[in-house]
């Protein structure tokens, strides 16, 4: 599988810190496989982490709305799949992740992930945002994640209209 290096450096700046757990260790290998799939678009290591439960939430997106009615929510291994599919499809080269920064609860159970991204999508656009992640997980696997970014730059690059209406051609 693809390693992601900045990832792998952040994860093990955490990890040494003496005041670590082996839960948020723990939690940090499941990010460290979790993101390194998406990475490698490998759906099926995916499938593996997620638990039966598992739900995709992307709260601020391009229709400009934030009540639960008006954005993406994945819900079971099967929707959640599906859109990881839809993702991989779109997305082209992935060239990686910079200025990571991670927190991990006490009990390993929830993980708080910062980074920017950058990909040049299949449609050929260049498509860079910042993420704020959140990751919930329940005895090993992936329970809920919620995914905060520029739906302006999501817009743009996925060829979707913001609030419904209005197309970017350029940023």
Known sequence: MNRDPVLDEAIAAYASRDT??????SALETLAK????????????LRGMMDAGIVIELPFNES??????SYRVYSGIEQCCAFWTSAFAAEGVIHG????DL??????????????GHLTMANGRDYRNRYVMRMDLCDGRV???KEYYNPIQSAYAFGRPIAGQFMLDRL
Not at 97 to 100: C, D
């Open 64 to 69: 400009g709305k934030t009540d639960r009615e």
């Open 34 to 45: 979790w993101h390194n799939a998406i990475g490698a678009k490998d759906l099926e290591v």
């Open 97 to 100: 992740i910079s200025e990571v």
């Open 143 to 145: 329970l809920r994640c």
């Open 20 to 25: 670590v757990s082996n839960a948020q260790r």
């Open 103 to 116: 927190t991990v609860d006490g009990a390993g159970a929830r993980i708080f992930f910062e980074c920017r």
